[in-house]
């Protein structure tokens, strides 16, 4: 089993920045892709950015390219959202997720293993 807990979120203004952080506990950290999703309220949630297992594989939403980066430390057993250039619309909960695959995955129930998410609130 995997757990995840997600860290960094938090209030700015629009055109701030903020790093969410996504620590797991578990084996075989690297043997897994690894998501970002989010979800605004009233909506469904999205997916935003993923990972493979190795790093070398990375995907975005069209909404978040050239904004978010994502990236892992397999070694801290670590993946981070880094957010820059925050929209009003970027407001939301974002949920770190795992996949028992190294492969990524842009639909959500590919995703095995789910944080508690982290507030991210961006103001105009």
């Known amino acids: 089993q995997v757990q995840l807990v997600e860290s960094g979120g938090g209030l700015v203004q629009a055109g701030g920045s903020l790093r969410l952080s996504c620590a797991a506990s578990?084996?075989?950290?690297?043997?897994?892709?690894m998501g970002w999703f989010r979800q605004a309220p009233g909506k469904e949630r999205e997916f935003a950015a993923a990972?493979?297992?190795?790093?070398?594989?990375?995907r975005y939403a069209d909404s978040v390219k050239g904004r978010f980066t994502i990236s892992r430390d397999n070694a801290k057993k670590t993946v981070y959202l880094q957010m820059n250039s925050l929209k009003p619309e970027d407001t939301a909960v974002y949920y770190c997720?795992?996949?028992?695959?190294?492969?990524?995955?842009?639909?959500?129930?590919?995703?095995?293993?789910w944080g508690q998410g982290t507030q991210v609130t961006v103001s105009s």
């Open positions: 997720a795992a996949r028992r695959s190294v492969f990524i995955t842009l639909v959500g129930s590919g995703y095995d293993y």
């Open positions: 578990g084996q075989t950290f690297s043997g897994y892709a």
């Open positions: 990972i493979s297992g190795g790093g070398s594989s990375i």
